[in-house]
């Protein structure tokens, strides 16, 4: 019974580890290319979702 109970709570750590992860890349890659557009003389237009699981970039110069 520890054995189970061990493995599911290594699990869903291990899960919200990746999903953590996986969110900061994501905002890390949309704030490079904000830089980059702006470095260009761009105007960023971002859209987010209700739960800012989707993401729309664009730069418009």
């Not at 702006?38 to 800012?52: P, R, S, Y």
Request: charged residues 25%; positive net charge.
């Amino acid at each position: 019974m520890k054995k189970v109970r061990y493995t599911f709570i290594l699990s869903i750590a291990f899960i919200l580890l990746i999903t953590g992860v996986a969110s900061y890349m994501n905002h890390r890659a949309i704030g490079i290319s904000a830089e980059e557009c702006k470095e260009v003389g761009g105007k960023v237009n971002l859209e987010k979702d209700l739960l800012a699981i989707n993401w729309r970039f664009s730069c418009e110069k």
